[in-house]
C-alpha cells in the first residue's frame, strides 16, 4: 500500500511539473476569439500571473503560468488555450532565442490603468476602443476636459483619445448638421463647459487640453488616438496663439493669413500640411487622404511592415497580428499623406495601392504615441447615426487586435530599440 502511495505521489509531482504553463495561441487556426484572448491577459496581469508576449511565435502568442483559476476564465470567456509543459515550454522558448527566428519574448509587468478621453453621455457615433475593450472585459475609466485639466492623467499608463475636435470646430460637421438637434445641444455643451473652466472660446479649451495631453506623453505617458483625433491634435498644437476657427464655430473670423503662422515643430507627427479654411468642407487638412482616395472597398487592405523582432521591439509588439494584410475601413481621417508625415515617424501599416499610411507611432520626450487612421475596423463607411457594430460577429478581427496590442504595450518591459 506504501509502495502504491508513493508512486501515486510520484506521478502527481510529474504531472505539476509537465503542465505549468498556459499558453494562448494567436494565430489564425488556433484561436477561436482574439479579442477576448487579450482580455485574459490583462485578467493574468491583474491576477499577478507571469506573462511573456511571444512576439511572431503564433501570431504573438501569450504564455502564462497555469492556474485553475486561468483556465476556467479561459473555458468561460470562449478563449483558446493549450497547456503545455515545463519541457515544451523551454522548447518554445529556445527556439524564439534563436538568431535564426524573427521572434521574440517580452515580459509583462502590470495591467496599465487606461482612461478613455471620450465626452459623457451616448453620441450619434460610436467609438471602437470602447467597444473593444468592452467585450474583451479590460476595464477603463473615461475622463474628459475637466479631468485632464485637473492633472488627472498622471494617475494612468494608457490615454485613448476619443474621436475629438480638438481645434475647436465642431468636427467639422457644420455643413451637414449644424440644424440638427444633436450638434446644436453639443455645441451649447462645449461652450458651457469652455465658460466653466475659464476660456472664452471652445479653441482656447480644447487647447488647453491638448496641451495638457502633450505633457502626459512627454512626461512618459502612452497615447492612442483614432479618425480625427489624430490629425486635429496635432493641428491644435502648431496652431497655439493663433485663430484658425471661423465665425460660425468661435463667433469671430480666422486669423488673416493663418496658415504662414503654423508652428510644425509643435506637433507629434505631421509637418508640412494645409490647413482647410473652408467651414462647408468635411477636412481639417491636407494631412487626412480620405478624399484623394482612388480605391474600391473590396481592394481596400493595408499591410502591416516587417520588423526584426530581435532589434525593433516595440513595433513588433504594435504590429502583432495573424495576418499582415488588414482589411481597410473609412473614418474622418481615414490615411495619413505619407508627404505629411515626420521623418522620424515610424510606419507601421501601409496601403502600397493608394500610396497612404494608416497606422503609425513615435517618440515624443519619454512617452510613446501611436495613430491608427479610420473609425471602426469592422465597419467600412461608419456614418452618425448607424448602430454601433457587434463584436461578437468579428472576434477574430485583425483590425481591432491592433487596438488591443497598445493596450498591453505599457505592460510589457521594453528593450531598447536598436534601429
Not at 91 to 109: F, G, H, K, R
Not at 222 to 237: H, Q, V
Not at 293 to 304: C, H, K, N, P
Not at 360 to 389: A, L, N
Request: glycine share 6%; with cysteine; aromatic share 12%.
Amino acid at each position: 500500500m506504501k509502495k502504491y502511495l508513493t508512486v501515486f505521489l510520484l506521478l502527481c509531482f510529474t504531472y505539476s511539473g509537465f503542465a505549468s504553463h498556459i499558453l494562448i495561441p494567436m494565430d489564425d487556426e488556433s484561436q477561436g476569439d482574439h479579442l477576448k484572448a487579450y482580455g485574459i491577459t490583462y485578467y493574468s496581469l491583474v491576477n499577478n500571473l507571469k506573462v511573456r508576449w511571444l512576439l511572431n511565435y503564433r501570431g504573438g502568442s501569450f504564455l502564462i503560468s497555469d492556474t485553475e483559476a486561468l483556465r476556467r476564465e479561459c473555458q468561460i470567456r470562449g478563449v483558446s488555450f493549450e497547456i503545455i509543459s515545463d519541457s515544451k515550454t523551454e522548447q518554445v522558448l529556445e527556439e524564439i532565442s534563436s538568431p535564426s527566428q524573427n521572434m521574440e519574448t517580452v515580459e509583462l509587468e502590470k495591467a496599465p490603468k487606461i482612461a478613455v478621453y471620450s465626452p459623457q453621455g451616448n453620441k450619434p457615433w460610436d467609438d471602437a476602443v470602447t467597444m473593444v475593450l468592452t467585450y474583451a472585459e479590460i476595464p477603463y475609466e473615461t475622463i474628459y476636459d475637466r479631468e485632464v485639466l485637473n492633472d488627472a492623467l498622471v494617475e494612468y499608463d494608457w490615454l485613448h483619445l476619443h474621436h475629438e475636435d480638438f481645434t475647436g470646430q465642431y468636427g467639422k460637421f457644420y455643413r451637414a448638421f449644424r440644424t440638427t438637434p444633436w450638434y446644436i445641444e453639443d455645441k451649447k455643451h462645449a461652450e458651457a463647459l469652455a465658460t466653466e473652466l475659464g476660456y472664452d472660446k471652445v479653441s482656447k479649451e480644447k487647447l488647453a487640453v491638448a496641451l495638457k495631453i502633450r505633457d502626459y506623453v512627454v512626461g512618459g505617458g502612452f497615447m492612442f488616438a483614432m479618425c480625427s483625433a489624430t490629425d486635429s491634435f496635432d493641428i491644435a498644437l502648431s496652431a497655439e496663439g493663433v485663430d484658425i476657427a471661423e465665425a460660425m464655430f468661435d463667433g469671430d473670423p480666422s486669423e488673416p493669413g493663418y496658415q504662414a503662422k503654423i508652428d510644425y515643430n509643435s506637433t507629434f507627427a505631421f509637418t508640412d500640411f494645409i490647413l482647410e479654411r473652408n467651414p462647408m468642407v468635411y477636412e481639417f487638412s491636407s494631412i487626412d487622404m480620405t478624399q484623394k482616395r482612388q480605391i474600391q472597398a473590396e481592394s481596400d487592405y493595408f499591410t502591416l511592415m516587417d520588423f526584426s523582432a530581435k532589434w525593433d521591439v516595440v513595433p513588433t509588439m504594435l504590429t502583432q497580428n495573424h495576418t499582415s494584410l488588414v482589411k481597410g475601413f473609412m473614418g474622418q481621417t481615414t490615411s495619413f499623406n505619407p508627404e505629411n508625415i515626420k521623418a522620424n515617424v515610424l510606419v507601421m501599416g501601409e496601403s502600397k495601392l493608394n500610396g497612404e499610411a494608416r497606422y503609425i507611432h513615435g517618440i515624443k520626450g519619454k512617452g510613446f504615441f501611436t495613430f491608427y487612421g479610420g473609425h471602426d475596423p469592422e465597419d467600412y463607411t461608419h456614418r452618425v447615426g448607424d448602430p454601433k457594430t457587434e463584436l461578437e460577429l468579428h472576434p477574430n478581427s485583425p483590425g481591432y487586435r491592433l487596438i488591443l496590442n497598445n493596450v498591453l504595450f505599457p505592460a510589457a518591459r521594453k528593450k531598447k530599440q536598436k534601429t
